[in-house]
Nanobody, 117 residues
């Protein structure tokens, strides 16, 4: 059974940090590129960051570049999103996604990040 389980969300003040984790199971993790998406209230889901299957390439949305870092540990079947200097507009539900070369994809159920003073 395929599972992607996000954790690490919560309430943080502007300027603070959070580290999200996404634990994967049920598929060959190191053959999948991993991404973090987010969806704010009333907005469409957007790609935040992604990382290749072998950790050789990363992508960041302009809105998070320089503040967020995506990484993965293939030994632990886990992908991370380190979020620093958080802003009010980073408030959203954050989702983890796995996708392989055949475009087979899996999604987690999300974790809520709230940035508020």
């Amino acid at each position: 059974q395929v599972q992607l389980v996000e954790s690490g969300g919560g309430l943080v003040q502007p300027g603070g940090s959070l580290r999200l984790s996404c634990a994967a199971s049920g598929f060959t993790f190191n053959r999948y590129a991993m991404s973090w998406y987010r969806q704010a209230p009333g907005k469409e889901r957007e790609l935040v960051a992604s990382i290749g299957s072998s950790d050789s390439s990363t992508y960041y949305a302009d809105s998070v570049k320089g503040r967020f870092t995506i990484s993965r540990d293939n030994a632990k079947n886990t992908v991370y999103l380190q979020m620093n200097r958080l802003k009010l507009e980073d408030t959203a539900v954050y989702y983890c996604k796995a996708i392989n070369d055949l475009k087979v994809d899996y999604w987690g159920k999300g974790t809520l990040v709230t940035v508020s003073s």
